[in-house]
Every structure is written in C-alpha cells, then in structure tokens.
C-alpha cells in the first residue's frame, strides 16, 4: 500500500482522521528521538510524553516589561530565572504525580518534565534588576527599563 492509499479517505478501510493524526504524531516522534508512546492501562489510546513549554504574556509599560508564564503545579524551587549575555532564561520542572496502585489512569493529557524558554532582552531592558514572584500558578517576571530609556516629558513654554 503507497502512502496515498494509506492517508487517502477513499481507500478500502474506514478513514478515522484521530487515528491518522496519532500515526502522524508517533512517526514525528520517533523521527525525532522523543519519548515513544504509553498505553493508557489496556485501552485504545495511547499518549505520548513530550517535552513542553509554558504559554507566557509579555507586557510592556513606561518603567517595566513584565512576563507572565503559567506554571500550574511547579513549585517554586524548581523554578530558576537567569540573565546571561543579555538573554533572559527561564528553566524547572513539573514533576509528574506518583501513581498510586489503588488508582486507574484514564487519561494523561498534562505534560511533565523539564521546560526552557528564553527571551532577548530589548536594549533598554536593565538585565541587573530582574525580579520575580510566584502565585497560583503564575510566575511574574519583572525587567525593568534603564532610566534613559524611559520617556520624558518636557513642557514647552509658549510666548
């Protein structure tokens, strides 16, 4: 069978597009060295672990950029924020649960493990006043701007 016939809906069996997408997926994994998939306990579906990246929001105002980074779950001591040659980093880890024996696993859809995620600094970000905090799952990140690059506001006088 060629891979026309294989991916094609007219083909002599039933075209089931989530399944085709799982196949896709498996062979992307295996392609690139990543994890192969899990059975789920005895079911059909099977998962795959990934490596993952949380979603950030990045704002800007007058006196700061700030990044926002969803991290549900990581404690703050496996979170760590670095600058490094005008690079911004931020690496940790969301430890996957313990599995209980008592408890059957339906599905896994989270993903756990080591994340990173960098950020160029912008020229007039100060790379030396970086702060961070932690709350319900949101790690804020504040880069301040130099003083020079902030805006200034001169009032002209009218004769």
Request: charged residues 35%; negative net charge; glycine residues 6%.
């Amino acid at each position: 069978m060629n891979l026309l016939q294989k991916w094609s809906p007219l083909g002599t069996s039933r075209w089931d597009p989530f399944r085709q997408m799982e196949e896709i997926q498996e062979h992307m994994n295996r392609a690139f060295g990543m994890t192969p998939p899990r059975g789920n306990g005895g079911g059909q579906e099977l998962m795959s672990v990934s490596e993952w990246a949380p979603p950030v929001d990045i704002t800007e105002d007058d006196k700061e950029y700030l990044i926002k980074a969803e991290l549900p779950e990581v404690k703050k001591e496996d979170v760590k924020v670095s600058v490094d040659q005008g690079v911004l980093t931020i690496t940790g880890e969301r430890k996957c649960e313990h599995e209980e024996k008592t408890k059957k696993q339906h599905r896994i859809e989270r993903c756990y493990g080591r994340f990173e995620r960098s950020f160029t600094l912008p020229d007039e970000a100060d790379g030396t006043k970086v702060t961070a905090e932690c709350k319900d799952g949101v790690l804020k990140v504040h880069l301040p701007k130099n003083a020079s690059a902030r805006p200034k506001s001169i009032d002209i006088k009218v004769s």
